[in-house]
């Protein structure tokens, strides 16, 4: 059937959908406009300093990219939950290594039309080739069929699926309660049985009368769109846009993880995919060997050793604490001793912290005369700071001077955190506390 050059293939009949096995397709430019990215709306707008909004403008720079509508695609635009395909754009060509690729970023679905973003424009009327991310979609189609066929077993046991996320590694479906450990075992049993069975998947185009449309897009236009519906075997058949693989056996295998929780009682059952699955064993198994090698335990003992840190981890905790609010005690004592002599004094503690200075803050305020600097913190690493007293806005504006990272604030005191120690800060701090001493 030939297209005119003024309406391309809609969504829902696109090459991709008619077939999610092609690889390449050539077709012709109907428009190719400048986008325009959405502007941020709403927010808490934050508070930055000079140079960290120049950072911020340097990298904000957007590239320019183009709207580029299509005859026919077979890169599928985001939607039914799947992310878009990415691929390229060649101009005059078959797509071979030697012609000039343009990457296309996103396909988005404005209505019934695939939209490419892609980096370079291209003219209206020029013949193009593209080429689909392979193992990026074939990675798409495991988890959503993978979905579907979860969905369809968990239909069986009265447990509708709610809503889902396919995530970069991890995906979920949000169910009406947690599943039961033996219900997890039988459904991940059933699961893989079918996966094991080989079921063939097919799409069908009904009549749309017969098909429900509560799981349609509200901006899809029903009228002249088209309604897919994807049948596993005799299993399943339920509406959807996406693509999809041709048996269940190309699933490969399908991990149930953990629950999480969902809106009200909700679940959300974790899964992954496929080769997902493969990778996901993979990195597993790395880092457990990480952790068996770091914790010098066998793999069986490697649970009671974890809670045995755990706890005189948090019994050393209780210990420093203590420690150091005897510490931070001694320190009050000295820096009261200095206050009956100097208008400011000041007490830095390299391995010390928040929590440190804010008990020698307790215990000193409100202060009669005289301005408290305490300062914690090592070089190249993050610090914690409070001023208080009678000259807090006069000390501070000097120290703000000397450490580049300082942010902070406060009513009644200054409290704030040194993101980073230079070369020469902690020095710089010292002196100059060190003549506002005297």
């Known amino acids: 059937m030939t297209i005119s050059p003024s309406c391309g293939a809609v969504v829902g009949a696109l090459a991709c959908q008619r077939d999610s096995y092609l690889k390449k397709f050539a077709s012709t430019v109907i428009s ?27 990298k904000a720079v957007p590239q320019k990219l183009y709207e580029v509508e299509l005859e026919d695609t077979i890169l599928f635009p985001e939607g039914g939950g799947q992310p878009s395909d990415t691929g390229y754009l060649s101009v005059d060509g078959d797509g071979a290594t030697d012609l000039h690729k343009i990457t296309v970023k996103e396909v988005k679905r404005e209505g019934l039309k695939a939209v490419h973003l892609i980096t370079e424009p291209v003219e209206v009327g020029a013949h193009v080739s593209m080429g689909v991310d392979w193992d ?10 993978g979905q579907h066929l979860l969905s369809a077993v968990l239909d069986k046991r009265e447990l509708p699926t709610l809503g889902w996320n396919l995530g970069d590694m991890i995906n979920y479906v949000e169910i009406p309660r947690k599943l039961t450990s033996e219900e997890l075992e039988s459904v991940s049993k059933e ?12 799409v069908e185009i009904p009549d749309k009368e017969s098909v429900s449309k509560n799981k349609m897009p509200d901006d899809y236009d029903l009228e002249n769109g088209v309604l897919r519906v994807v049948h596993i075997g005799e299993l399943d058949a339920n509406p959807c846009c996406g693509t999809h693989l041709s048996s269940t056996s190309q699933i490969k295998g399908i991990a149930l993880l953990n629950e999480g929780s969902g809106k009200g009682t909700n679940s959300r059952l974790n899964f992954l995919c496929g080769d997902r699955v493969i990778k996901y064993a993979r990195e ?24 045995t840190m755990v706890k005189e981890n948090k019994k050393l905790q209780s210990r420093q604490s203590n420690l150091m609010r005897e510490i931070a005690s001694y320190k009050v004592k000295e820096l009261k001793e200095e206050l009956k002599e100097k208008d400011v004094v000041f007490s830095y503690r390299a391995d010390g912290d928040l929590p440190y200075i804010f008990e020698i803050f307790k215990e000193m305020s409100p202060l009669e005369k005289g301005t408290v600097v305490l300062f914690t913190g090592e070089l190249h ?20 001077e000397k450490l580049s990272s300082l942010r902070g604030g406060g009513k009644d005191k200054f409290q704030g955190k040194v993101g980073r120690y230079e070369k020469g800060e902690i020095e710089g701090v010292l002196e100059y506390l060190a003549e506002e001493r005297k």
């Open 381 to 400: 690493e993050s610090g914690a700071v409070i001023v208080f007293g009678e000259e807090v806005d006069k000390v501070v504006k000097g120290l703000k």
């Open 32 to 58: 190719c406009t400048e986008y325009i990215p959405p502007k941020e709306t709403g927010g808490k707008k934050s508070k930055k300093g000079k140079k960290a909004k120049k950072e911020e403008q340097d």
């Open 136 to 145: 990026r979609r074939f990675d798409l189609m495991q988890q959503h069929t």
């Open 191 to 202: 699961v893989n049985g079918y996966i094991t069975d080989s079921i063939p998947i097919s």
């Open 284 to 307: 597993s198994h790395a880092l457990l060997r990480e952790l068996i090698g770091s914790l010098t335990c066998q793999q069986e003992t490697l649970p009671e050793k974890a809670r």
